[in-house]
């Protein structure tokens, strides 16, 4: 097609970024399953509806902006992980992606483990009755006060980060009477994002302890002479919104490299190896994420195929998908409020809500879909930025998306695929308030995490 071509009219296809839709989805009423959560569907009046509540009474009863998460998707896909890795293989989901009570309680039943990296979270997955022995404790600096809670709590792991807390835990569980099961998160120089991955000699990271030089050898030596410690294995998280394994492959390669020389120095195998998190979902329809059972079966062939050529033991691998699991599940509900259209470049279309409540948009340039969702439009395309009402300009929601030229104030608009990293990064930038949690299933709608209350706000300013 050539430019001039372009259906939202030429003077929009010179602003258009490279790579980018190079025409608008030939019909914008459709939902992209890829991008929706699975229960969500347009309803035969038009409105969109997820677990069977349409979007209009959704926004009634508890107000927009507000996240919107499909209960029945995310225990399916946390099942679909815990399925796919089998008996043999942990799946630990990130809390930091999104982590509230009800959220435990899901994974807790689904059979999933959770992996915390703050005092906060670890309150939060023991709060809900995720059993101790069922979580892991990360982090490249806690304070000696969350790892004394951690292991007086008895968690299934601390995976260490530095040679100082190597020697912190181990003095801290020593001080209760305890021996810490611990991995080391090494660095093993892959750098992986999305379509491609570097593999280099170094990583220059504040996160782990680097193969390189030996440092990763020292640690483990260090580690094993430690009575408060139980080594149970090595940790690698080579990245985030990853679509490949080649990244994983280099990565186990030389963790897997590391198990033999520490095989070959001490004469023990460690048991374990934690290859992370990463997976990556579709947030447009360009993406195409692959199914857990492929990812798994992938990683457990290369671990395997690894350790069969450095004649170890397979080690139990563990995984730790954060967004692959909630991050479909969940969509921001917004009002348009305000409409801008600027003559020859692109109409702005301004919600309730910003980059308090997803700032993944201004922080890593991150993609977004977006659907107009109270009723449907047979009105042109028109090239849009969605936008928040935040004091900065960078506070954009969706860079580059089409919607209908007659949306209105009003109208409901849906961002899909932010249950990960949406909530649990949201601040309160201009004293703007968090927006609830809602799961929706089978016709009921719960809040799971309320909205924010200027009571809230005024509660923490003591005066
Ligand atoms: C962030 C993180 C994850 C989860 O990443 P996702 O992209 O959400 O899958 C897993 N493990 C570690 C150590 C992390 O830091």
Same mark, same amino acid.
């Given at each position: 097609? !050539?430019?001039?071509?372009?259906?939202?009219?030429?003077?929009?296809?010179?602003?258009?970024?490279?790579?980018?839709?190079?025409?608008?989805?030939?019909?914008?009423?459709?939902?992209?399953?890829?991008?929706?959560?699975?229960?969500?569907?347009?309803?035969?009046?038009?409105?969109?509806?997820?677990?069977?509540?349409?979007?209009?009474?959704?926004?009634?009863?508890?107000?927009?902006?507000?996240?919107?998460?499909?209960?029945?998707?995310?225990?399916?896909?946390?099942?679909?992980?815990?399925?796919?890795?089998?008996?043999?293989?942990?799946?630990?989901?990130?809390?930091?992606?999104?982590?509230?009570?009800?959220?435990?309680?899901?994974?807790?039943?689904?059979?999933?483990?959770?992996?915390?990296?703050?005092?906060?979270?670890?309150?939060?997955?023991?709060?809900?009755?995720? @059993?101790?022995?069922?979580?892991?404790?990360?982090?490249?600096?806690?304070?000696?006060?969350?790892?004394?809670?951690?292991?007086?709590?008895?968690?299934?792991?601390?995976?260490?980060?530095?040679?100082?807390?190597?020697?912190?835990?181990?003095?801290?569980?020593?001080?209760?009477?305890?021996?810490?099961?611990?991995?080391?998160?090494?660095?093993?120089?892959?750098?992986?994002?999305?379509?491609?991955?570097?593999?280099?000699?170094?990583?220059?990271?504040?996160?782990?302890? @680097?193969?390189?030089?030996?440092?990763?050898?020292?640690?483990?030596?260090?580690?094993?002479?430690?009575?408060?410690?139980?080594?149970?294995?090595?940790?690698?998280?080579?990245? !985030?919104?990853?679509?490949?394994?080649?990244?994983?492959?280099?990565?186990?390669?030389?963790?897997?490299?590391?198990?033999?020389?520490?095989?070959?120095?001490?004469?023990?195998?460690? @048991?374990?190896?934690?290859?992370?998190?990463?997976?990556?979902?579709?947030?447009?329809?360009?993406?195409?994420?692959?199914?857990?059972?492929?990812?798994?079966?992938?990683?457990?062939?290369?671990?395997?195929?690894?350790?069969?050529?450095?004649?170890?033991?397979?080690?139990?691998?563990?995984?730790?998908?954060?967004?692959?699991?909630?991050?479909?599940?969940?969509?921001?509900?917004?009002?348009?409020?305000?409409?801008?259209?600027?003559?020859?470049?692109?109409?702005?279309?301004?919600?309730?809500?910003?980059?308090?409540?997803?700032?993944?948009?201004?922080?890593?340039?991150?993609?977004?879909?977006?659907?107009?969702?109270?009723?449907?439009?047979?009105?042109?395309?028109?090239?849009?930025?969605?936008?928040?009402?935040?004091?900065?300009?960078?506070?954009?929601?969706?860079?580059?998306?089409?919607?209908?030229?007659?949306?209105?104030?009003?109208?409901?608009?849906?961002?899909?695929?932010?249950?990960?990293?949406?909530?649990?990064?949201? !601040?309160?930038?201009?004293?703007?308030?968090?927006?609830?949690?809602?799961?929706?299933?089978?016709?009921?709608?719960?809040?799971?995490?309320?909205?924010?209350?200027?009571?809230?706000?005024?509660?923490?300013?003591?005066?």
């Amino acid at each position: 097609m !050539s430019r001039s071509a372009h259906p939202a009219g030429p003077r929009h296809a010179d602003v258009l970024p490279e790579g980018h839709y190079s025409a608008p989805p030939a019909d914008l009423n459709t939902l992209d399953p890829k991008v929706w959560a699975q229960t969500v569907d347009r309803g035969a009046d038009g409105v969109v509806r997820v677990g069977g509540v349409d979007v209009k009474a959704l926004a009634e009863e508890f107000g927009t902006p507000a996240y919107f998460l499909d209960e029945a998707d995310f225990r399916a896909r946390a099942r679909a992980w815990r399925t796919a890795f089998g008996q043999d293989a942990d799946v630990f989901y990130a809390g930091k992606a999104f982590l509230s009570r009800a959220v435990v309680r899901w994974l807790h039943e689904e059979g999933l483990n959770l992996d915390v990296c703050s005092g906060g979270e670890l309150a939060t997955a023991l709060s809900a009755g995720m @059993p101790a022995d069922r979580i892991a404790f990360h982090g490249n600096n806690k304070s000696t006060e969350e790892i004394h809670r951690a292991v007086e709590a008895g968690v299934g792991r601390i995976v260490l980060d530095s040679f100082q807390e190597i020697v912190r835990v181990a003095h801290i569980a020593q001080e209760l009477g305890k021996r810490q099961r611990v991995q080391i998160r090494v660095t093993v120089g892959v750098e992986a994002h999305t379509h491609e991955f570097i593999a280099t000699a170094h990583e220059d990271q504040k996160f782990g302890i @680097p193969l390189a030089g030996g440092q990763a050898a020292e640690a483990v030596r260090r580690a094993l002479k430690l009575d408060g410690l139980e080594l149970i294995g090595i940790h690698s998280h080579i990245g !985030s919104q990853i679509f490949d394994t080649s990244g994983f492959e280099v990565a186990a390669h030389r963790v897997v490299g590391l198990l033999k020389d520490i095989r070959d120095e001490h004469g023990v195998e460690l @048991p374990e190896i934690d290859l992370g998190g990463g997976l990556g979902i579709a947030y447009t329809s360009a993406d195409d994420p692959r199914e857990p059972h492929e990812i798994a079966k992938a990683l457990t062939e290369i671990v395997t195929r690894e350790c069969e050529g450095a004649r170890l033991r397979t080690p139990r691998i563990s995984v730790e998908p954060g967004r692959a699991i909630v991050g479909p599940t969940a969509f921001t509900l917004y009002e348009v409020g305000t409409i801008k259209p600027l003559d020859g470049l692109r109409t702005y279309v301004s919600v309730d809500g910003g980059m308090s409540d997803n700032i993944r948009t201004a922080l890593y340039d991150a993609e977004y879909s977006v659907a107009l969702v109270s009723r449907t439009s047979d009105a042109e395309p028109m090239l849009a930025r969605v936008v928040g009402k935040h004091c900065e300009s960078g506070d954009i929601v969706v860079k580059d998306a089409f919607l209908p030229a007659d949306l209105a104030p009003g109208d409901l608009i849906a961002v899909p695929a932010t249950g990960a990293y949406c909530r649990s990064m949201a !601040s309160n930038y201009n004293h703007v308030l968090r927006p609830p949690v809602v799961a929706v299933k089978d016709g009921d709608a719960r809040v799971i995490v309320r909205r924010e209350t200027e009571e809230d706000l005024l509660r923490l300013d003591v005066g």
